[in-house]
């Protein structure tokens, strides 16, 4: 408490004085704990410093010094923000670049990066009673409360660049700067903990564990503390009893869950914390091995999330990095040409390495993504390595723009090669628009089904208003990306007939077996461009028409997709059909007719799938189907 005064009350001036003299106090504690971080300290030679000065040289040009952020074009994954164009200023950008400029060590970067913190951090809603507290709006041009909606997520990325401020330069920055950076750092922390993600939020789950842990080891804030190690824990217990990460086998995030691994491994000293991640390490890095794919060079599907399907040229030096180099996929220069590579230190198990390297044999990964209860289905992902080629789907998915449900690799003389499918509303991924399949090898069995309680163009954040969308187009798209120069594709396109694919070593086939959508009349067509191609089921086409899914009888594509090495791909049965109502359906609530479907195949067990046919909820959707791999059921294996 403050100096009495006669009243017995005490001065402001007195209180302040005792209120700075606390956080010089918390601070000088912090500060003896991290050590000062002398850039020389951050880089394990001299190449990859130079590599990330590079890196960090191509962002110089982005400042603006009027507004003291990065700046650049527009761009966005078409939610989250009303914003359509122009010139935009990043706040999480900004965050990353002022590290950079801090751990570039250079005294004439110092005062940029102060500049940017000062003015980030103020975008930042520190109001306890707010609803957006402790979270950035992406740009400098779109406040919190114009944004549809905030992203909370902006705690938990923003908070982890605060958090190597404090961690490696706290030291270095002005008086003034150190206890925003440290309030700003506590505010998103809070913020994290107020909104609580649970474990099958990967990439958040983990990076909100890192900013609420290390902020309570660091910053002595004993309630985060308790909170981001209780949290560890949770995340650890919900993944080994699922058997794999929620956002799975994702090229896109789960890069970044290593990251934060290894983050928290470096900075984390707790150690009874220290040996769940050591476990989610070996964890996260057996996955990645499981599916990676050398002769292609790709990492095999199916995928959960990724913002690509060929691999990035960010991820390939992700992996290059986390392998120690022992496997060459670029210049080392290149590799590591990043803003945080040196600050990360991932590191695959020695033991799993061999797993990246080629051997030459066909092999099958089956994999319990999700284990449910014995009446649910599990989610499954299959794929199927062939030293030619790679073929992986998951039992039950969904067509949302960063899904991969059904995906293919291989690589012809140009480069790698990617062949998915895809469903298309007004030429965005209608993420309505759900996928069945069974897998057995090279060859699935798949249907596209519509359910009436999911989003547009996200799976949740703009859902359709009662189960009706508006379209002017509609399809489904076999689509082929990458080295496509040498693909051929049958020249007669015809509902009735398969279409038939080939490029270097690999043949595949393409056959549609049912095409249902309200009674309108499909068509196929196809194109090409320099890096694409596509073989298009054309649903609708015309002027804006209303689709209520809700009333729509029939609305199913059933399909075959098989690839073999080229001259071996071979000619199926076509599949029989008939529809029944199953008791077990009708108890659950789904009054839907059920087709069954089978792919009769020489000299291999037959796959069947089961669909409810008419639009239905999610849920409705998976209880009224099934699958079978001969007499087996495939979608309730665990790995």
Known sequence: MGAPTKGGHTTKGAI????????SLIFLAAMMLCGPCLAADLFSSEGRRQAFLRALARLDAQYDPAQRMLAGEFSSP??????????????????????????????????????????????????????????????????????????????DFCGVQLLQVAIDHMDRLSEDLRPSVRASILHAARSIRRRDVG??????????????????????????????????????????????????????????????????????????SRELLDWLNNFAWSHVARRFHPSSVQWAGPHSRSYSTLLSRATLAFLQRGLGDSIRLMPETEAWESLDAHRLGIRCPDDLIVGFRSSGAEHVAVESFVTNSSGEHDIVGRTYL???????????GDFWNQRRPLVGYWKDTGGPISVRVRMLHDGHDYASAS??????????LGAVLFATDRGDTHISLDKIANGTIRARDLRLRLQFE???????????????????????????VFALHAVK???????????????????DVVLYRGSGRSFDFRKIEQAAIVFTLSMAPTGAISRFVAPSVYSSVALDAVAAGIESPRESWSLQRRSESPLSLTIPIRPLTTRQQQVGAAAKIGRENPWKAAY
Do not use: C
């Open 16 to 23: 302040w004085t005792m209120r700075n003299l606390r956080i």
């Open 78 to 155: 078409g939610y989250h923000t009303t914003l359509t164009g122009g010139t935009v200023h990043r706040t999480r950008d900004s965050h990353k670049y002022a590290v950079a400029l801090l751990d570039s060590g250079q005294a004439d970067r110092l005062e940029r990066a102060e500049a940017i913190l000062t003015r980030v951090i103020a975008l930042q809603d520190q109001d306890p009673n707010s609803p957006t507290y402790g979270i950035w709006p992406w740009f400098l041009e779109e406040p919190l409360d114009k944004m549809s909606p905030p992203d909370w997520n902006w705690a």
């Open 199 to 272: 474990p099958g939020y990967t990439n958040i789950a983990l990076m909100g564990t890192y900013v609420t842990l290390v902020a309570g080891e660091r910053l002595d804030a004993r309630d985060l503390f308790d909170y981001g190690r209780g949290r560890l824990q949770r995340f650890y217990d919900y993944t080994r009893q699922k058997g794999s990460f929620t956002e799975y086998n994702s090229p896109t995030y789960t890069p970044v869950a290593i990251e934060e691994i290894s983050r928290m491994l470096k900075h984390v000293r707790d150690e009874p």
């Open 386 to 396: 062939h030293p030619n080629f790679t073929l992986g789907s998951v039992n039950l």
């Open 435 to 444: 996928l069945m399949t069974v897998q057995d090898k090279g060859d699935v």
């Open 482 to 508: 990458g080295a496509v120069t040498g693909l051929t594709l049958s020249e007669r396109l015809d509902l009735e007939e398969p279409v038939y694919f080939a490029s270097g070593p690999v043949a595949g």
């Open 517 to 535: 959508f309200d009674g309108l009349t499909a068509s196929l067509e196809a194109g090409r461009e320099s890096n694409q191609a596509w073989v």
